[in-house]
C-alpha cells in the first residue's frame, strides 16, 4: 500500500503527544529523536525538522556533535543551509549525548552504522546497543523505527522481542516498525522527493509509523511486515551490486574486443524500456553495496541457501581494485618501467565523486598495494587533505600537476575539476570511464 502525502509547506501533521506516554510521566518534549548523527541519521533529522518537527539529535560521540555545532561535516549545500536554520532554532533542534533523554521524545529513529567485519560477516555491535539502548529507555506509546540495514528479522529480535520481555507490547504498548533509510551521499536529490517504504511488526505498529514519518517525505509505501522492509533494502543494494559487477565484466569483454565501452553503454541507453544504465569502474565503495549483500548471504547460508549470483557478483567486485593494481602493473611494464621503482598520482580517492565520503573506498586497497609492491604514491583529492595508511600517512597533494609522476591513475572525478595538466602525459589509467578519449589514456 502506497499512502501519498501532500508536499506543500506545513500540510504534514505534526506528532501528537502519546497518552501512554503522558500518563507515565510527562508529555513528550520532541516529536522524534534520531540516534545517531552519521551520513543518514544527521540529513534525516535536518529534514524532519524541515518539516516543523521538535528534533532531538543524539550521538555518543561528542566529537561528532562538536563537529556538528561547528558545520565541520559532508553534507549537501542544501542541507548545510538547513544545519544553519536547525542550529538557529534551539526550541526545536537540540543536540545531546545522553541516551536516557530517548523517554522524551514521542517518536525514535534508529539510524546507525551496520559493516562487516574482515571476514565479510555482519558487525552487529553497534547496531546491537543502540537497540538495546532504545528498549532500555522505551515508554509505554512509543513509536520506534529502525533505519539501518540489517538481516531479515533484525528488527523483530532487536526490538520487538527485548521489548515485549520488558511488559511493553509491541502493537499496544508501543509501536515498532523499519524503514530502511534511502540517502544517497553527494546527490543533490531532495530527500522528500524519494519514496519511503515501511513495514510494521503488527498493522498498528505501521499505521502509528506512518503517522510519525509522513512529515519526512510525499509518499510512505507500506509493506506487510517489518521483514518485508528489511527485504527490500537488501534487494535494493544487491541488485546494484549485481549490476555493477556485470558493467564491470561488459567492460573488460568490450576491452578484449577492440570496442568503446562507454559506446556501448551510451547506445544501450537510449533504449526506453528493460535495461536501467550502470557504469563500471575501480570497485564499489560506501557503505550499502560493498556490505548489505552480506547480510543477506550471511543469513542464507545459515539455511544453505545458496545465492550464487550475487556471490559472484560480491568475489567480484571485491576483486576490482587488484585488477586496477595489475593494469598498472602492465601499462608500467609495457613502457619499460617497473612497478617498484614507478611513481603512481591517485586523482580522487574517495568512493564516488563531490563527497569526502572513504568508506570502503577502493583507492584505499589500491593505493596500500601499490606502495606495498614498492611504488612511490601521491595523490589529489580536494575533498580529502590527508589519508591514513598501514604504509604511513599520505598528505594530498594541492595540485595534480605537482607529481612528477610515470602513471597517473584517474580513480575518482570531482565536478568541476581541472583537467588540462593531463594533456599529454603519457600514461593515464581511466578508472572512472568518463575521460575522453586522448594518446596516452587507457580506460581500466
Known sequence: MTVTVSARSGAFPQFQPVAGAAAAGTPPTHDVAVLGLGYVGLPTALALHATGHRVLG????????????????????????????????????????????????????????????????????????????????????????????????????LLAEPLAARGLRPGVDVFVAFSPERIDPGNDRPQSLVPRVLGGVTPQCAARAIGALKGYGPQLHEVSSAEAAEMTKLLENSFRAVNIAFANEIAEASRALGLDVREVIDAASTKPFGFMRFLPGPGAGGHCIPCDPYYLLWQLRAARLPMPVTEQAMSALAGRPRLVVDRIRTMLADAGLSLSRARVLVVGVTYKPDVEDLRESPALEIIESLRHSGATVSYHDPYVPRLSSAAGPLTGLATPSAADADLVLMHTLHTGADLSWLDGHPLVLDATYRLAPALGRVRL
Open 58 to 157: 543524539i550521538d555518543v560521540d561528542p566529537d561528532r556533535l562538536a563537529a556538528i555545532g561547528q558545520r565541520r561535516v559532508d553534507l549537501l549545500h542544501a542541507d548545510l543551509d538547513r544545519l544553519d536554520e536547525a542550529l538557529a532554532d534551539r526550541a526545536a533542534f537540540e543536540l545531546a549525548d545522553e541516551p536516557a533523554r530517548l523517554a522524551h521524545a514521542a517518536a525514535v529513529l534508529i539510524c546507525v552504522p551496520t559493516p562487516v567485519d574482515p571476514q565479510l560477516v555482519p558487525d552487529l555491535r553497534v547496531l546491537r546497543r543502540a537497540c538495546e539502548t532504545v528498549v532500555a529507555h522505551a515508554v509505554p506509546g512509543q513509536v520506534l523505527i529502525l533505519t539501518s540495514t540489517s538481516y531479515v528479522g533484525t528488527t523483530r529480535e
